[in-house]
């Protein structure tokens, strides 16, 4: 027999595990110098292969710069499959708003940090954490 606190934990992972994770604030412009400005400066979107125009401007085959980062919080709900199957969600707007499977770059931040890009109020690119669940 079960205590009701195992019960809960097993009713958790057999309905999918979910995690917040808070981003820290970037300072608005450039990458920090340091070990990861060049990954970041040279991060492509996921999606480029779907959206061969543009190869037409190469600046727009690029996750954008520092300033597009949003600063919000993250949650995940696991499949437990491999990428990309699980499903990540930014809060947005006050509510918890899905990112497209084809916006989720196949590595993970080399800070372990969560990085979620967007432009004109659309997800761009995210960057999922390192470290796993």
């Not at 520092?66 to 499949?79: M, R």
């Not at 918890?96 to 590595?107: F, L």
């Not at 990085?115 to 109020?121: D, I, P, Q």
Request: with cysteine; charged share 20%.
């Amino acid at each position: 027999m079960l205590d009701r606190a195992t019960a809960a934990v097993i009713a958790i992972s057999a309905a999918g595990i979910s995690l917040v994770f808070p981003v820290t604030a970037l300072t608005r412009g450039e990458w920090p110098d340091g070990p990861n400005k060049e990954w970041f400066q040279t991060l492509e979107r996921p999606d480029n292969d779907s959206h061969p125009s543009r190869m037409l401007d190469p600046k727009s085959l690029f996750c954008c710069g520092a300033a597009d980062v949003v600063k919000t919080k993250f949650k995940v709900e696991s499949v437990g499959n491999q990428y990309p199957e699980d499903t990540w969600y930014a809060w947005l707007d006050n509510s918890w708003t899905k990112i497209p499977a084809e916006k989720i770059v196949k590595d993970h931040a080399p800070n372990g940090q969560p990085y979620l890009f967007m432009l004109a109020g659309t997800i761009q690119c995210f960057v999922r954490p390192k470290g796993g669940l």
